[in-house]
């Protein structure tokens, strides 16, 4: 890299407009972190890799954490776990699928050997009942601690507790699990609420391991007070974090990278505006240059920059130079504002850096309330010429000089 900026040959992009870049070692190195953290409070470390892991795909992740070692992993549905066990052979480890056990997905969890969450007294029910005829698995009881959304509330609970050996007889309990509501910012009041709740609930149930801590609180909690027996970092995996001011460690690493031609620049005069609506108007005279990704693509609109300080709008980079983005981001293009580059630079450029090194994907979760931002740009598309960072190096590596 010159400047930390990534030097891509043109032959990587091919016929596509944007580069794609998933570095898998960084994963593994990001969870390494988090076991760190888990190792130091006595509790095993699973991986959370839900959503294609955010887009990383679970074709390159699992085989690298399982040989990291993880024998614990959750998915969000039953689908995905279905994946998962296809992607991990007969490996000994156990995927849990948090969304629960829908109706009719009984025989599917137990043929493909995935543990379902179990949100519901319905759902302990039907898979108690599917067991004891077809034969003992597992489950994890999914304790709702005041979200008001998956798992059993307080009379759920108070009912499992009286009928504990009957609703779970034909399973075996792997854990009970809870998930956290409000754990941004600088007040932690309702985690330790909810610490008070799940309390509570142990009381009235037999012993069980507990999860409780995911990628936030992790961070931000006091580990030994929430790790229990196992925890689940999921988007600090693949460098996620509460904010960007908020990492899980100083070392923690980028895993995404996306670099997107540009098409033309072109020179907007002082009171000219820029874009759909006329959002962003220029207050100098203005070079532009038009980026081919948008809104499609997972480059959100919550992005745009349209009016205010140009300095705390979202930038892309070029060769050591900041690039804000100006006006309403577009369907398949961004606008962003290259007065600053000299024309030198911006004649040798093909292409400009969108996530990167140099463009923390953690301020632009930032921006947009959540990780959104990296689900999006995880997506499949057609118009991403994609690699693993091992699969780029090789690319680039066996290019003709």
């Known amino acids: 890299m010159k400047n930390g900026f990534r030097e891509i040959p043109s032959a990587c992009f091919g016929a596509k407009p944007v580069v794609r870049i998933r570095d898998i070692d960084a994963v593994v190195h990001n969870y390494r972190l988090f076991k760190n953290k888990a190792d130091k409070t006595g509790s095993h470390c699973a991986a959370v890799v839900k959503a294609d892991v955010h887009g ?62 179990l949100n519901s007294l319905t759902q302990i029910e039907r898979w108690n009942r599917f067991c004891l005829a077809r034969g003992r698995k597992h489950g994890v009881i999914h304790l709702d601690t005041h979200m008001n959304r998956l798992g059993l509330l307080d009379d759920d609970v108070a009912r499992l507790s009286g009928e504990y050996g009957q ?44 999860s409780f801590a995911c990628t936030d609180s992790l961070i931000l909690l006091e ?18 974090a509460p904010s960007a001011n908020r990492p899980v460690s ?18 907007v005069k002082k009171g000219r505006t820029v874009g ?18 948008g809104y499609k693509d997972g480059y959100l609109r919550l992005l745009s920059g349209l009016s205010g300080d140009a300095s705390e709008f ?20 961004t606008t962003v504002d290259v007065t600053d580059v000299p024309g030198e630079i911006l004649a040798d450029s093909e292409y400009v850096e969108v996530v990167g090194p140099n463009v923390d994907i953690k301020k632009l ?12 740009l ?11 960072l091992d699969e780029y190096n090789d690319f680039r590596d066996g290019l003709t000089p």
């Open 56 to 117: 990383l795909m679970m074709k390159d992740v699992v085989p690298a954490l399982l040989r990291e070692g993880v024998r614990s992993f959750f998915v969000e549905e039953l689908t995905e776990g279905m994946e998962f066990r296809e992607i991990a052979g007969d490996r000994e480890v156990r995927v849990y699928a948090m969304a629960g056990l829908l109706k009719g997905e009984e025989r599917y969890f137990h043929e493909n050997d995935i543990t379902p969450c």
């Open 365 to 376: 979760a930032d921006k947009v309330g959540c990780y959104e931002i990296l689900m999006a």
């Open 314 to 333: 979202t930038a892309m980079y070029l060769k050591g130079y900041r690039l804000p983005v100006i006006g309403k981001i577009s369907l398949g293009a």
């Open 276 to 293: 759909y609506g006329g959002a962003f108007t220029a207050a100098r005279d203005t070079r532009i240059a038009l980026v081919h990704i």
């Open 167 to 210: 609703l779970t007889e034909g399973f075996d309990v792997d854990c009970y699990m809870s998930h956290f509501f409000d754990i941004k910012g600088e007040d932690h009041g309702n985690c330790y609420m909810q610490l008070e709740v799940l309390k509570k609930y142990l009381k009235q149930l037999p012993p069980a391991p507990v």
């Open 223 to 240: 580990n030994k007070d929430f790790n229990f027996h196992m925890v689940r970092p999921g988007i600090g995996l693949v460098g996620g």
């Open 378 to 388: 995880g997506r499949p598309n057609k118009k991403f010429a994609d690699y693993t």
């Open 250 to 267: 100083a070392d923690a690493r980028h895993t995404l990278e996306i670099y997107a031609k540009i098409s033309q620049v072109k020179t």
